[in-house]
């Protein structure tokens, strides 16, 4: 709840470790790492926008992710034909340093994320994997500290099982279209998806409850009554701008 401040597993603080300047001139990635998951979810139903999912957590004890939705469908393979490995053109694809892949399409039990495909994507500086699906290999992308959350964890392989039939193009994510570009943030409470249209509304919102929430912890920890504090009231406030 509220600003996070930098410690262990916190994205921030390695925006600080490579020497962003951080506090004078936060960007937009920037700003998204000092929320979590909780605050985001509700600045998007402040909103009455899509983007808070369920069931997606991380897959081990791997820190928060955030940055830029790439966009990959998966399907139920149809044929013995070879082809190329699932996901791994996107990998190859790779340009920048904000990168999450974001996998739809994965099929209960069967794996569509694992240790070599990790290993490719941390040599390409690409952020985590947020996977639709199952991982296996599981103990192979947390050696390397590369974060995965999906639905689950398997040891069945999707090769002949799984292929990919898309990426770079709208795709559905428990419930929620996620384009290309898009935001995304991922902790231990889960995943959330901003559309890039409308990320710098969410943050202003983001960040308003942050600060009414941080002033609510304050109040009932001096004593102020928690029903009076936690009233409908006191949340409906947040959308009266603050100062900062």
């Excluded at 490579?18 to 509700?42: C, F, H, I």
Aim: glycine share 10%.
């Amino acid at each position: 709840m509220g600003i996070v401040s930098p410690g262990k597993n916190n994205y921030l603080e390695l925006l600080i470790n490579r020497g962003t300047n951080v506090k004078n001139n936060p960007s937009l990635l920037e700003r998204l790492a000092r929320l979590d998951t909780n605050t985001v979810s509700d600045a998007l139903d402040f909103l009455g926008l899509p983007g808070a999912t369920h069931g997606l957590r991380p897959l081990w004890d791997c820190p928060k992710i955030v940055g830029r939705a790439s966009t990959i469908q998966l399907g139920p393979k149809a044929d013995a034909m070879p082809t190329v490995h699932l996901i791994s053109p996107v990998i190859d694809a790779v340009t920048t340093d904000d990168r999450i892949l974001v996998i739809s399409g994965g099929i209960d039990g069967i794996s569509c994320w694992g240790d070599i495909l990790a290993n490719a994507a941390v040599s390409k500086k690409v952020r985590g994997s947020v996977i639709d699906g199952f991982s296996r290999d599981i103990e192979g992308s947390e050696s390397i500290g590369y974060p995965v959350y999906g639905r689950g964890i398997t040891m069945i392989s999707a090769r002949n099982r799984v292929i990919q039939t898309g990426s770079g193009e709208p795709v559905e994510v428990r419930g929620v279209t996620v384009h290309e570009d898009d935001y995304v943030i991922a902790d231990c409470c889960g995943t959330v998806f901003v559309p890039a249209a409308r990320i710098e509304e969410v943050l202003d919102m983001g960040e308003r409850i942050a600060r009414r929430q941080d002033g609510m912890v304050e109040a009932v920890r001096a004593g102020r009554s928690v029903a009076e504090v936690m009233h409908d009231k006191e949340f409906e406030a947040i959308n009266q701008r603050d100062k900062k």
